[in-house]
C-alpha cells in the first residue's frame, strides 16, 4: 500500500465513500467516526497521514490535534482538516492548531488526493 491513512470522519456515507476511494488509490485505510476513537487508535498505531473531520460528536477535530501535539509519538503526523466550516477564522483555527492542510466541503476526491500527496512529498523531503 501507498500510504496508511486514518479517516476521522463521523458521516458514514462521505466516510464509507472516502474509505472506498482510498482503496482504489491504493492506500492503506482506517476509518473510525469520532475523535475519541481517533485518539486511542493513535496511541496504538501509527499512520503516515491523518484525515480529520472537524465537527464531530464528543471531540471535535480541533481537540482531537490538540491532544496529538502533546504527544512526542503523534505530533508528527501530518493533518488534513476536512470541515463544512468555511469561514476564515475557522480555517486559521485549524491551522494555528498545527493541521498541515484544511480542505472545506464539498470538496473534489482529487483534491484531497492532491493534498495527501503534497504532505507525504514534504515529510520525504524532510526526512531526507
Request: aromatic share 10%; charged share 30%.
Amino acid at each position: 500500500d501507498k500510504y496508511k491513512l486514518l479517516l476521522v470522519e463521523d458521516d458514514t456515507s462521505l466516510g464509507y465513500l472516502l474509505s472506498e476511494y482510498f482503496k482504489l488509490k491504493n492506500f492503506s485505510v482506517l476509518w473510525v467516526q469520532n475523535g475519541k476513537d481517533a485518539l486511542s487508535i493513535l496511541s496504538t498505531q501509527t499512520f503516515d497521514l491523518c484525515i480529520l473531520d472537524v465537527m464531530m460528536p464528543e471531540m471535535d477535530g480541533y481537540g482531537v490535534l490538540q491532544e496529538l501535539a502533546k504527544d512526542p509519538k503523534t505530533q508528527q503526523i501530518p493533518f488534513i482538516f476536512l470541515s463544512a466550516k468555511t469561514e476564515h477564522k475557522d480555517i486559521r483555527k485549524g491551522m494555528d492548531l498545527g493541521a498541515d492542510d484544511y480542505l472545506t466541503k464539498p470538496f473534489e476526491e482529487e483534491e484531497l488526493i492532491s493534498a495527501i500527496e503534497s504532505r507525504m512529498a514534504k515529510v520525504a523531503f524532510l526526512i531526507k
